[in-house]
Structure formats: C-alpha cells, structure tokens
C-alpha cells in the first residue's frame, strides 16, 4: 500500500537547480555502483561531493533571501 506523499517540503532541503539535481543523481548512481562492487568500494568521496552540492545551495538560498 503506498503512503500518501507529504505536501510540505522538507525546510532542511534547499531548493536545487536542474544542474545541481542532475549533479546529484550523477554522484548517487556512482555510489550505486561502486556499491555494487562489494562493501569494501569507498564512497565517501561522493558522499562529500553531494554534500558541497547541498551546502552550495543551502548559500545560494541564504543570499538570495537577503
């Protein structure tokens, strides 16, 4: 049974640009992959590249509220 989506959006979440969703999702399939290689595969590279991804928004959004 699937859940009923929430209307609200998450306030943590900043809104992204269509690069930076696709950056993201570029970076989250290489981590699938790398995932698939076995659990020694380090991700914490990408895992570090998305959060830049995120903290770039997260000023972006702060800068453009001012």
């Known amino acids: 049974m699937a859940s009923k ?3 609200q959006p998450d306030p943590n979440y ?3 640009t ?3 969703h696709a950056q ?3 970076n989250v ?4 992959k790398r995932c698939l290689a076995g659990e020694n ?3 914490s590279d990408l895992e570090r590249n998305v959060d830049r991804i995120l903290d770039r928004a997260h000023k972006r ?3 453009n509220a001012k």
């Open 5 to 7: 989506k929430s209307e």
């Open 14 to 16: 900043p809104k992204l």
């Open 18 to 20: 269509a690069g930076e």
């Open 24 to 26: 993201i999702a570029w």
């Open 29 to 32: 399939a290489r981590m699938a």
């Open 41 to 43: 595969a380090d991700r």
């Open 61 to 63: 959004e702060q800068k």
